[in-house]
T-cell receptor, first 114, second 114 residues
């Protein structure tokens, strides 16, 4: 069990650029979640997958945000035309669906939009 | 609507002193309850969780929490704080059915003084 990994750990970009983050979940976990955490706040849910199906995406912050999990393993979160307000920590978590579910978090990707 | 309240933004305790971090929630039914800890610039580490059964749950690093249904509370305690406990602590609730995304409080920052 190597835990949840995220790449990159840090990303600096200019406003208007597109960015993509990757998350690799714990290998046997079938659920994968994305959260955003701004300074001084708790994580805020964005979207989640069960296997390759995206079951909830209404919380994605705008249509500039999209996520994929094409083979039910790793996932990517893309932000198009970044804005300064997108600066935040983006956290990924994974879990095993069913019963008492526990989410395990990765180290996060810190995004700074200049 | 779901919400989690952590009324203490910042707490300072002396090393060796006892600690209690407060958490109150508003939810339609009894949720799953969690405490996570976050060190600066890092992801979230699970401290403990409550699903059912004994309302006093034990976690890692000597932490415990008590679920009180009548007060909608899930306070975190530790009898003797260590300097390494300095971090941000988040209480979270999750649904027992359907999408299991977590709702987080705004966190309590713990400072430990020697």
């Amino acid at each position: 069990d190597t835990g949840v990994s995220q790449d990159p750990r840090h990303k600096i970009t200019k406003r208007g650029q597109n960015v993509t983050f990757r998350c690799d979940p714990i290998s046997e976990h079938n659920r994968l979640y994305w959260y955003r955490q701004t300074l001084g706040q708790g994580p805020e849910f964005l979207t989640y997958f069960q296997n390759e199906a995206q079951l909830e995406k209404s919380r994605l912050l705008s249509d500039r945000f999209s996520a994929e999990r094409p083979k039910g393993s790793f996932s990517t979160l893309e932000i198009q035309r970044t804005e300064q307000g997108d600066s935040a920590m983006y956290l990924c978590a994974s879990s095993l669906a069913g019963g008492a579910e526990t989410q395990y978090f990765g180290p996060g990707t810190r995004l700074l939009v200049l | 609507a779901q919400s989690v309240t952590q009324p203490d933004i910042h707490i300072t305790v002396s090393e060796g002193a006892s600690l209690e971090l407060r958490c109150n929630y508003s939810y339609g039914a009894t949720p799953y309850l969690f405490w996570y800890v976050q060190s600066p610039g890092q992801g979230l580490q699970l401290l403990l969780k409550y699903f059912s059964g004994d309302t006093l749950v034990q976690g890692i690093k000597g932490f415990e929490a008590e679920f009180k249904r009548s007060q909608s509370s899930f306070n975190l305690r530790k009898p003797s704080v260590h300097w390494s406990d300095a971090a941000e602590y988040f209480c979270a609730v999750g649904a027992r059915t359907g999408a299991n995304n977590l709702f987080f409080g705004t966190g309590t920052r713990l400072t430990v003084i020697p």
